[in-house]
């Protein structure tokens, strides 16, 4: 089971860190996305984490604000989300892919809401 937390309302060029917790299977054999969804609009993928060696890929509407992470011993990964913008306001999920190559995401997690606004 996958959890997605650490979401809520910030201003502006605020930040937010969002976690997204593993339970029942260890995240050592998994690629780890996030993706998000506003009103309206289509998911959309955000970033992904390839835990086996670490590397990371972005959107690029996020490259430079957002940062991917992981803690193998807490089996969690975080998205670090810096000069947050309107257009960020979505719904979060992560989600993990066992072929470990960022392009099959086979479980989800519930997601956690960012809203950015003033």
């Known amino acids: 089971q996958l959890q997605a937390s650490g979401g809520g309302l910030v201003q502006p060029g605020g930040s937010l860190r969002l976690s997204c917790a593993a339970s029942?299977?260890?995240?050592?054999?998994?690629?780890i996305g996030w993706f998000r969804q506003a009103p309206g609009k289509e998911r959309e993928w955000v970033s992904c984490?390839?835990?086996?060696?670490?590397?990371?890929i972005y959107a690029d509407s996020v490259k430079g604000r957002l940062t991917i992470s992981r803690d193998n011993a807490k089996n969690t990964v975080y998205l670090q989300m810096n000069s947050l913008k309107p257009e960020d306001t979505a719904v979060y999920y992560c989600?993990?892919?066992?072929?470990?190559?960022?392009?099959?995401?086979?479980?989800w997690g519930q997601g956690t809401q960012v809203t950015v606004s003033s």
């Open positions: 989600a993990a892919d066992p072929t470990m190559v960022c392009e099959v995401y086979d479980y």
């Open positions: 029942g299977f260890t995240l050592d054999y998994y690629a």
């Open positions: 984490i390839k835990i086996s060696d670490g590397s990371t």
